[in-house]
């Protein structure tokens, strides 16, 4: 039926309120008319067929209707949008109806049919050509499946297997046009792009589309240039290599900015207009009002909290929901994951797994990394963020710092990361979006292999102050050891931290010190110590500010770094508090007297503890491992120990030094041991790795000097070891004997030199060197290299000699050329070689946080008290300050106690500090000073918050600050005063003021300022104020020393405890290049000045400078030290001298004596006396050292060598042939005499 006459529908309308009238009602078709008269009914509303009374559920509220138009609408008043809407706000429900009269109108209208694809169902057909800029070209399969029209099969399969591959067909069309198609995915990657190749310009123009498993029309808008070479395409850009196979059907091309109605074509192209006869739908709205009262509250979340310990087995339970406001309330989300069901979110800590109604379950992972490394009581948090709603969009708004200084933290493969491996080790594959990161969701993790050492993904970062790198990481297969790392373009304040991932998502992270340098990079890698490769899954990397990851922030291409309002769904926090519980021992005691009391028993694992369902047992005592029942030998008797840590301890009346103990001496036989209580804990704590060579991979470089048949040197020959494309390693040619490369070094104590090395041709031979500057002999190590990278290492102890040095080069039974490449040599403390640290120019050093496995344990200590000779020893053990104890003069006194304070002087400066600074092993002028004291048979105790010296000086403490002015001095004065009590004080400072052209009259002032602090403290205290050495930067030193020689008169008229201490002496040309520091020469002048100074004032008395005599009977033949540094020498009788703790000095005095060192470094001085001297426990592991004093040419290690026989596990040395009837026998000790030093031209006492 035409349209004319047909019915027509009114809009209706109604109204409710909340709280007030909630129903409304009436009859739709009232104001709807027919104009033939005919009955009208409802036929539908919506979508929905009404053929009776029917209930159609709307936004607000619920809709009734019948066919003949009758309604009732009543309002939902306990639904959530209902209660939210505020008083007098007002919004619509609107129900769309349709009526008939029983008769069906139609219209006809025009409509364009077009369609310029000639074969828009059959892909495999000629006018679409497949093309592949590299690797296959698609396959098409036609008619494999039916199309989303559904029928017969006329959808086609393609697969598009290669990057820039597809399929185009050609079009001249010109002006905007629109290409469609039908696609679905049936496997692989559903990434693909529609493109139009404009021919006249030769350009691209590209969008990227993305099929699912259902049937999809997707379309492009494209402008057309008129060129019939130009084609529209399906295909794969460079950038899509992820393949998949698509079923295309309907491909259309048509004018205009939408796709047209779907025309099919089967050879030709459609493009034309027919009349479409259309069905009229007679229609109008039913619209109600709702108005709210404002009665909504909405909910409110709190915080939720529990606890665990360590250990624990079961999990932590609750309800976050429980102390939240609102009804129904449901969780959404948690950590940004959709909650489905009971949902696993995976913490730092444990695992949490909670539903939707809000129970939850926390288990800790005990196993894990991050649980094994907590401390004994060391609290940690795991905190998750939910949010939750009661059906409602009520959001909260909060102030939040959101930072993510990465921009591509989800992009793994994109260009800002780089990839680095080694040469021959295959490279790092990055894939992108191969699974689903830790919070659910679309893939979006990226896989990466991690090969061999070195390898890494490397990240630029310019930040500055403390950062905190964080990336999510899991193990797919392999290997899980990995290192997060900032390597620092500025030295010394890279970081390196170990971890270990697993088949979890985890969130590693490291803080560091930014030092603001582009150069500077974050990397995930291995570790040069890390060797076995792995696959990992990674997702999230972030940089923050501060020292923990912050809330993750994702970014695609741009860093985010804002501070201002979030609006986020409502919602709160879980926070679980983490105890860390790990075994504790604590020290155990027994007590045993030579004739009295000889056995010790009990169990050393009485008084420890363990976390709750372990059982303890003792691993090991003194690094022998307890499995059975065990006997340890000790220094005064056995100790037998059992597992279970029962012990027993018996006295050995027949040991050495059992036997040398004298009345009323207490020692202590200590046994460490470590226990354990089944499981492994990790123990992460900062390691220093150093590099004290300052050109590691430039072997032309200064300080490296050529020695002998000076080696050929070709710089950056090759690639090193850990591959890259910069040729970094250095080609040197080895050809004569005692000929190579040397770097002088001053480094004391065991230290360790590392180079990788690799033959290019020749021998492989070649030799490591340490040469001793104060012995004056080389301690050599045969190596060779072979074809392959290797890194050789060569461990020495070093002399702390500036003469020193070490040496890559051929002994003098090395010969035959060998050409070698060198890259990274390396000079670090301990025995085995450190991480590499690059170096081009300075020394560096960086904190590597690695993670190892924690030990427990603790010490039994067994006091042993001696009850021989009563009547003829003088026990000084319960003195806790060093004392001076001359038998010879039957005196004994306290040591002087003496604070030296200044600035870098004082400290010792040397020009090995330019290049490598923060030394400990300067001594300056205390060194000679302190030598010179006991060289006169005297003594003094150096104290201070400082502790700088070599291994010879064994009282190292000062208080010299390098940098320091008078102002600063100043400050640190109290503290020093009050924490010290120094009975004198050398004072030396000016210097730095001089430099910085600080005003004389304030740096007068300052120096005042010192004395009379230093009066008020303590009147008895006695200062030495020197005048400064010179100096050649600056023309006011003279100036300056006429002040200070005035203000000291000042002080002294005016009653304070004051010297002066006269420099004029001193040359210039003593001192170091700089102009201000003093040469080895200078610091002894400086040192016989304090001397001459402090015994002017406090001449020796009782072995020390103004010392309280003590007398000793005649009779005392035998001495017993304190706590302190102690003095002790002996006299012409049989001495048993026993040091105690502390670092010793002793001095024989003839006869046959008996020094018992104890712990702390102990100096053994030999002197030209005859008799024998028995050293009981030298032990050059802890700094004792032996001191030849005076003997008649005997001035040499190699001298001493010849000198030396070993018999039944001892050393005896006979100094007979030195003219001196003296043999000295180092009992139980049959090691190197290299921790011995030659006096000659000191006094002697």
Do not use: C
């Not at 939750?388 to 969009?393: A, E, F, L, V, Y």
């Not at 040729?727 to 040397?742: C, H, I, Q, R």
């Amino acid at each position: 039926m035409s349209a004319s006459g047909i019915p027509v529908a009114t809009a209706d309308i109604g109204a409710v309120t909340e709280g007030g009238t909630l129903v409304a009602s009436g009859n739709i078709l009232t104001n709807d008319t027919d104009p033939a008269g005919l009955p009208l009914t409802v036929t539908n509303v919506g979508s929905t067929a009404i053929t009776n009374t029917t209930t159609i559920t709307g936004v607000y509220g619920k809709l009734i209707i019948q066919p003949n138009g009758s309604y009732t609408y009543t309002l939902a008043s306990a639904q959530a949008n209902v209660l939210s809407l505020a008083n007098g706000q007002q919004v619509s429900d609107v129900f769309t109806y349709t009526i008939s009269d029983g008769n069906t109108y139609t219209q006809t209208v025009t409509q364009v049919e077009q369609n310029l694809i000639t074969q828009s169902e059959a892909f495999d057909n000629a006018i679409w050509i497949k093309f592949a800029t590299s690797g296959a070209s698609p396959t098409v399969q036609a008619n494999v499946a039916a199309g989303p029209s559904g029928g017969a099969a006329t959808a086609d399969k393609v697969t598009l297997g290669s990057a820039g591959s597809g399929l185009y067909t050609t079009t001249g069309v010109s002006g905007a046009y629109t290409f469609s198609v039908y696609v679905k995915l049936v496997s692989g990657s559903g990434i693909f792009s529609f493109n139009y190749w404009d021919a006249s310009t030769g350009a691209d123009h590209l969008v990227t589309a993305t099929a699912t498993a259902t049937w999809t029309r997707l379309s492009w808008t494209f402008t057309g240039d008129g060129n019939a070479n130009s084609n529209v395409a399906l295909m794969l850009t460079a950038a899509q290599a992820a393949g998949g196979v698509l079923e295309f059907w309907g491909a259309q091309l048509n004018a205009g900015t939408a796709p047209l109605t779907y025309v099919a074509t089967t050879g030709t192209a459609v493009n034309t207009t027919v009349p479409v006869t259309t069905p009229i739908t007679i229609s109008s709205t039913l619209t109600v009002t709702v108005t709210g009262n404002g009665s909504y509250t909405p909910p409110t979340a709190s915080a939720d909290t529990t606890a665990l310990t360590e250990g624990a087995t079961g999990a932590a339970k609750g309800n976050v929901l429980t102390n939240d406001t609102g009804s129904p309330l449901t969780v959404t989300s948690v950590n940004g994951k959709t909650i489905s069901g009971a949902t696993t979110i995976v913490g730092t800590y444990g695992t949490l797994v909670i539903q939707a109604n809000g129970s939850y379950s926390y288990t800790l992972t005990n196993n894990e990394a991050s649980v094994l490394a907590l401390a004994n009581g060391q609290v940690a948090t795991d905190v998750f963020t939910y949010a939750m709603t009661d059906g409602i969009s009520t959001t909260q708004t909060v102030t939040l710092v959101q930072q993510n200084l990465i921009a591509q933290s989800e992009a793994f493969d994109n260009a800002i990361w780089t990839k680095v491996t080694a040469v021959g080790i295959p490279p790092m594959i990055v894939q992108a979006n191969v699974a689903v990161g830790p919070n659910g969701g679309a893939a979006t993790a990226d896989q990466a292999n991690i090969d061999g050492p070195g390898a890494s993904l490397s990240i630029f970062s310019a930040v500055s102050g403390q950062y905190t790198f964080s990336v999510w990481i899991r193990l797919v297969q392999g290997n899980g050891e990995f290192s997060l790392a900032y390597a620092g373009a500025v030295a010394g304040i890279s970081v390196t931290q170990e971890f270990v991932a697993n088949s979890t998502w985890q969130r590693f992270s490291i803080t560091f010190s930014g030092d603001g340098s582009a150069a500077s990079s974050l990397a995930i890698m291995h570790g040069l110590d890390q060797t076995d490769d792995g696959v990992f899954q990674l997702w999230g990397a972030q940089v923050n500010s501060g020292s923990t990851p912050a809330t993750y922030v994702a970014t695609t291409g741009s860093i985010i770094n804002t501070t201002g309002p979030v609006t986020s769904p409502l919602g709160s926090t879980l926070t679980v508090t983490l105890t860390g519980a790990t075994p504790v021992a604590t020290a155990d005691n027994g007590a045993v007297v030579v004739g009295g009391t000889t056995i010790a028993s009990g169990n050393l694992l009485s008084n420890d503890t363990t976390p709750t369902g372990t059982v303890l047992s003792v691993a090991s005592v003194d690094g022998l491992a307890i499995t059975a029942t065990t006997t340890i030998a000790g220094l005064y008797g056995n100790l037998i120990i059992q597992p279970n840590g029962s012990y027993t301890y018996s006295l050995n009346a027949a040991l050495p030094l059992t036997a040398d103990l004298l009345f009323g001496e207490i020692e202590q036989d200590s046994f460490a041991y470590t226990l354990s209580d089944g499981l492994t804990y990790n123990q992460p704590g900062p390691i220093i790795d150093e590099n004290l060579i300052t050109q590691s991979e430039a072997f032309n470089a200064a300080p490296w000097t050529s020695f002998g048949t000076a080696p050929t040197i070709t710089a950056n020959a090759a690639v090193g070891p850990l591959g890259g494309k910069t040729a970094t390693a250095d080609k040197v040619k080895l050809s004569a004997a005692s000929s190579g490369l040397y770097y002088p070094t001053t480094v004391a104590g065991d230290y360790t030199f590392s180079v990788w090395v690799k033959l290019v041709s020749g021998s492989g031979a070649f030799s490591f060197n340490f040469y001793s500057g104060s012995a004056n002999i080389d301690y050599l190590q045969s190596a060779t290299a072979t074809t392959s990278w290797q890194r050789l290492s060569f461990t020495f102890t070093g002399d702390g000699n500036a003469n020193s040095n070490i040496a890559l080069m051929h002994s003098s039974t090395q010969s035959t050329t060998g050409t070698f490449e060198f890259f990274g040599g390396q000079l670090n403390p301990g025995t085995v070689a450190g991480d590499y640290l690059a170096t081009t120019g300075t020394a560096v050093s960086a904190n590597d946080y690695a993670t190892g496995t924690a030990t427990f344990g603790a010490a039994l200590t067994v006091n042993v008290t001696g009850a021989s000779g009563a009547a003829n020893t003088l026990n000084l053990q319960s003195d806790s300050k060093g004392v001076v104890v001359n038998l010879a003069t039957d005196q004994w006194s306290q040591a002087l106690s003496i604070m030296p304070f200044g600035d870098s002087i004082t400290h010792g400066w040397t020009a090995n500090d330019w290049a490598i600074q923060g030394s400990t092993t300067d001594q300056g002028y205390r060194g000679p000073l302190w030598q010179s004291f006991i060289a006169a048979g005297a003594l003094v105790n150096f104290v201070g918050d400082q502790s700088d010296g070599p291994s010879t000086l064994l009282d190292p403490e000062n208080a010299g600050y390098p940098g320091d002015t008078t102002g600063q001095l100043l400050e640190r004065l109290p503290n020093l005063l009050a924490e010290q009590n120094p009975q004198a004080i050398l004072l030396l400072a000016g210097t730095n003021d001089l430099l910085q052209f600080v005003p004389q009259a304030t740096i007068i002032a300052n120096l005042n300022k010192m004395l009379l602090l230093i009066q008020a403290s303590n009147p008895a205290t006695h200062v030495y104020v020197s005048e400064l050495p010179p100096n050649t930067g600056v023309s006011t030193v003279p100036a300056l020393n006429t002040a200070i020689d005035a203000m000291v008169q000042q002080a002294i008229a005016a009653g304070l405890n004051v010297s002066l201490v006269s420099q004029s002496n001193f040359p210039s040309s003593d001192l170091i290049f700089d102009g201000t520091h003093p040469t080895d020469a200078g610091y002894a002048l400086l040192a016989q000045n304090w001397y001459a100074a402090i015994l002017a004032k406090q001449p020796l008395s009782g072995g020390t400078p103004g010392g309280s005599i003590a007398t000793i009977s005649p009779a005392t033949l035998n001495a017993v030290g304190g706590a302190g540094n102690d003095l002790l020498i002996g006299n012409s009788g049989n001495n048993i001298l026993s040091g105690g703790a502390g670092n010793d000095v002793f001095i024989g005095g003839g006869g046959n004596d008996i020094f018992v060192g104890g712990s702390g470094a102990d100096e053994f001085d030999i002197k030209p006396v005859a008799g024998s001297i028995t050293i009981a426990d030298f032990t050059p592991s802890q700094g004792d050292f032996l001191a030849w004093d005076n003997i008649p040419g005997l001035t040499s290690l190699a001298i001493l060598g010849s000198h030396v026989t070993q018999s039944a596990g001892s050393s005896l040395v006979d100094l007979s042939s030195f003219g001196v009837s003296l043999t000295v026998n180092l009992a139980g000790y049959t090691g190197s005499l290299s921790n011995s030093i030659f006096l000659t031209g000191t006094a002697t006492s």
